[in-house]
């Protein structure tokens, strides 16, 4: 099963360099650049991608554009950024929580409220200051001789993600798999792309569910206007959810909770997340997908990776990770009918 997240190959930033990129029919009118941001995704910021216009590095058959433009359907434009300014992580000592290591890679506990990596324009300390603080400069202390040097070069890591091979969002709190050289990375990578990590969650939700298990297949896209959210869109890439209901209650004003076992078959950005929301039980604590977040903001978002379970790519040992549920969701919990 795959993460939460999306999983990486190799920088994200060159995947939007040198591309063109066609209007759909049902995307005419939007600005320029809300449209382009949406269309890059992760790989570059809305504010990024004004300054790449400004800077005559957006361009149709034409030449460069105005910021301001409303694009129109079948037109093309080509992305071709000036070169990022590398960025350089200083090791910082996050006193991480190591569960499983070995001399290729690691599992850590992430807590909540702390990002994976750097994102564009984010100067905050995240988990990845702490993994190189705490294993040094991994993700790339070995090379792959079998790899071809076009494909080498295809697949380098990312500096800014030192042995990172997916993620979870900045307030999940829960298991992450760490690579400690290069060839693991690639190695856990392919895991990850042909769904041979199984990760479980578990979610406290508030709303109603409509049924007590089932799959949900509902493609996902980034919002045209709220960058930082995601949303059910035809147009976007299949998400497969499948949930089963541990257990329900009602609160003192008639409200239901749910505890929800949730199984991943993609790894889309936002995925349970959006997907409870969309059947009307967002996460309880969900600062972006439902209303009544602020009302349980001292649990935090209820959001746990609790198990992980993988083959070691070199050694072939079964590897399989449970965590014991964090005291904050027992507490919610236990209040019960008092909610």
């Known amino acids: 099963m795959q993460n939460e997240e999306k999983e990486f190959a190799g920088h994200n930033l060159p995947d939007a360099t040198e591309e063109n990129h066609t209007v759909a029919e049902d995307e005419g009118g939007q600005r320029l650049d809300a449209w382009l941001a949406d269309r890059l995704g992760d790989a570059a910021s809305r504010t990024q991608v ?47 929580e190591v569960l499983y290591e070995d001399a290729d890679c690691a599992v850590i506990r992430k807590p909540a ?42 697949n380098l890591p990312d500096p800014t993600r030192p042995g990172i091979v997916h993620r979870l969002d900045r307030d999940t709190e829960g298991l992450l798999l760490i690579a400690k050289h290069d060839r693991a990375r690639r190695r856990l990578m392919e895991l990850f792309a042909f769904r041979e990590v199984h990760k479980e969650y578990l979610a406290y939700a ?30 976007g890439r299949m998400a497969i959810t499948e949930f089963e209901i541990e257990n329900v209650w009602s609160g003192r004003r008639g409200r239901k909770f749910f505890r929800v076992h949730l199984e991943l078959l993609t790894g889309r950005t936002h995925q349970i997340r959006v997907h409870l929301a969309h059947l009307g039980a967002p996460v309880v604590g969900d ?6 977040a602020a009302e349980f903001k001292r649990f935090g978002m209820l959001l746990f990776a609790r198990r992980l379970a993988f083959t070691q790519p070199f050694s072939g040992e079964s590897i399989d990770l449970t965590l014991p549920l964090p005291e904050r969701f027992a507490r919610f919990e236990a209040m019960g009918e008092n909610l």
């Open 50 to 96: 004004q300054k790449w216009i400004e800077g005559g590095h957006v361009s149709t058959a034409e030449g460069p554009i105005a910021r301001g433009r409303r694009v129109q359907p079948g037109e093309s434009y080509r992305v071709n950024p000036p070169e990022p300014a590398p960025i350089k992580l200083a090791p910082v000592d996050l006193e991480l």
């Open 113 to 154: 409220g702390i990002a994976v990596h750097p994102g564009p324009g984010d100067a905050r300390v995240t988990l990845a200051h702490g993994i190189l603080h705490h294993f040094g400069p991994v993700g790339a202390s070995e090379s792959d001789e079998t790899a071809s040097e076009p494909e080498a070069q295809k």
């Open 206 to 235: 508030t709303g109603n569910l409509p049924r007590t298990r089932g799959r949900i297949e509902l493609a996902l896209r980034r919002h045209p206007r709220e960058r930082m959210r995601m949303r059910v869109d035809p147009a």
């Open 287 to 292: 600062e972006l997908y439902s209303r009544t």
